[in-house]
């Protein structure tokens, strides 16, 4: 069984907070918007890292995590990319590969709005953690842990780390 750290949008932050969230963890996935290479080096430091890089991200980030990342975990198929939707509103590079893929978990970050749905065509997983970090429109910086157990991905937790002009170490 592994415990997964997944967050996404960091842009570069990472406070005392999502530290200790992702030490409970086995390994760390970021769906993108790294934000600079000293974010990646501290993740990478914690745990074993695997991340996608984000809009934002330059090319020292995409010389290390692609684009689209590809893997198993446990005995789950995951696919992840920074930009990529949710069910129902996939774009459409993406919708092509799920079709063609089938992966069981769909991760993607970049609208920084958490959301996590069950795709009934696709009988999939999507989860998008939010955003941790303090940059753009939303109002509360999340990420979410979970574990994968074979072919079983469960105990998801949604983590709110408070608003994010308020930061609480």
């Not at 684009?67 to 995951?78: A, G, N, P, S």
């Not at 970050?109 to 303090?134: E, F, M, Q, R």
Request: with cysteine; aromatic share 8%; proline share 2%.
């Amino acid at each position: 069984m592994k415990r997964i750290g997944l967050l996404s949008d960091t842009h570069g932050y990472l406070d005392d907070r999502i530290i200790a969230y992702l030490t409970e963890c086995d390994e760390i996935w970021h769906a993108g918007d790294i934000g600079n290479l000293e974010t990646a080096q501290k993740l990478s430091g914690l745990k074993t890292l695997r991340a996608v890089a984000g809009n934002v991200d330059g090319n020292n980030l995409r010389m290390d995590y692609p684009i689209r990342l590809r893997f198993f975990c446990e005995d789950v198929d995951v696919l992840m990319i920074h930009i990529g939707g949710y069910p129902g509103h996939y774009s459409s590079a993406i919708r092509k590969e799920i079709n063609f893929l089938s992966p069981r978990l769909f991760i993607s970050g970049h609208s920084h709005i958490l959301k996590v749905i069950y795709d009934n065509k696709y009988k999939l997983l999507h989860i998008n953690p939010g955003a941790a970090g303090i940059q753009g429109f939303h109002q509360i910086r999340t990420l979410t842990r979970f574990s994968i157990d074979k072919d079983v991905i469960k105990d998801l937790e949604v983590i709110e780390l408070g608003h994010k002009g308020i930061i609480s170490m």
